[in-house]
């Protein structure tokens, strides 16, 4: 480690922390509830929050069985499979919670939670990586936590670090609740509007190329895991990509045949200023009547969902798809036959949705750049606060 900054100092986590334990390990499927305690498993913890999508329930009774596994407000939990080392703190706002398989950290009096949870997400290219253990699923255990290496600054100081990338992360989440009421609101606004078969109004582009023939430094590459990650494409080396995807050349939007229980719907709106490419998993839709936005906002509607679920072929759960040509007979939202006011709305709806994600992204890769060097000691409170105080 590099020189300690005056009034820092190094210790082991084990030896700072109240507890450090693991949640609830064992079978779970017959104990979940439609409501109840809050019960997080690896995949709703996220760097510094939580992805509450596929949330369960536990009910208060069988809650009370589970003691050590039982969260406090202020505890940091940390992914111990999945993405290990992903670290978030429990809001004060969950006065019950359980959670099955993560790393518990209950900070003692001299380490503030979330400077904790943000030290921890800084380290987990170096140190959790390098902790990690199992042949097959790689996980980061209790004693790997235990030992972990603190570079520990007074509380006070602590506190301000958190404040400041707090600040950052605060926007990020405002961003987040922005996005998702102006997404439902785009979407209801389509309700009960007439239908026609998808294929009459899109154009299906199916133009495929390697990546690697492209004459560019880089690509943008449209894939299920960004989607899934933060809805914006990876910006790539053309020879990353190893196989051939769909070109996309003009605005579309993007919709997945793979688990339509879990819908994918991409609506790309703007492209990027370099060569985009599309999994092959996604159908390229370019509207023929509306803007992409209005065709967005008609593929997310629940009935298209339905009908998108009644046609899945394949028994594995996390394999089921839907044929393309299937995907093209659904009936969905006619913009041929709506209000241009309502179409007019949606696509400003959705142009909100875009700045507020392009906004978070931003945001984000600015924490991500002062993180390690504020918690190193290299940058300063003072000076971070500035910077931060220009983006927010």
């Known amino acids: 480690m590099s020189e300690i900054p005056e009034g820092w100092r190094q210790v082991k986590l084990g030896d700072m922390a109240q507890e450090v334990t693991v949640g609830h390990v064992g079978s779970m499927a017959r104990e979940y509830s439609e409501g109840g305690v809050i019960f997080l498993r690896s995949q709703n913890v996220v760097p510094h929050g939580f992805d509450l999508t596929d949330v369960r329930y536990i009910p208060v009774e069988f809650h009370e069985t589970l003691r050590k596994s039982s969260l406090r407000p202020g505890d940091v939990v940390t992914v111990r499979t999945g993405k290990p080392g992903a670290t978030a703190v ?29 030290f921890i997400n800084s380290v987990v290219e170096g140190f959790v990586s390098s902790r990690l253990v199992g042949a097959v699923q790689q996980h980061f255990n209790v004693g790997a936590a235990r030992d972990m290496d603190l570079l520990l600054p007074s509380l006070d100081e602590q506190r301000a670090i958190a404040d400041v990338l707090g600040a950052l992360d605060g926007k990020i989440v405002a961003d987040r609740k922005l996005i998702e009421t102006a997404r439902k609101l785009a979407v209801l606004w389509l309700h009960g509007a007439a239908s026609a078969p998808l294929a009459d109004l899109v154009e299906h582009r199916r133009t495929s ?60 709106m703007d492209l990027p200023n370099v060569p985009s490419f599309a999994s092959t998993e996604f159908l390229v839709l370019e509207p023929k009547y509306s803007s992409t936005s209005v065709l967005w906002a008609a593929l997310n509607q629940p009935v298209v969902g339905h009908q998108l679920e009644s046609m899945v072929a394949g028994t594995s759960g996390s394999h089921q798809r839907v044929k393309p040509a299937d995907i093209l007979k659904v009936q969905v939202a006619d913009p041929r036959r709506l209000d241009s006011a309502i179409a007019e709305r949606i696509t400003n709806l959705a142009r909100v949705v875009h700045n507020a994600r392009e906004e978070s992204e931003t945001l984000a890769a600015l924490r991500d750049t002062l993180l390690p060097r504020l918690m190193s000691g290299e940058l300063r409170v003072k000076d971070a606060e500035a910077v931060v105080a220009d983006a927010v």
């Open 90 to 118: 429990v809001p004060q706002e969950w006065t019950l919670a359980n959670c099955a398989d993560l790393v518990i950290t209950r900070p003692g009096p001299s380490i503030n939670a979330h400077w904790l949870s943000y």
């Open 209 to 268: 190329q390697d990546p690697a023939e492209c004459d560019a430094g880089s690509v943008a590459h449209f894939s299920l895991p960004a989607f899934d990650e933060r809805q914006r494409p990876e910006r790539v080396s053309p020879g990353e990509i190893k196989s051939a995807k769909f070109r996309i050349t003009a605005p579309s939007v993007l919709i997945s045949k793979l688990n339509p229980r879990f819908p994918r719907v991409w609506d790309v």
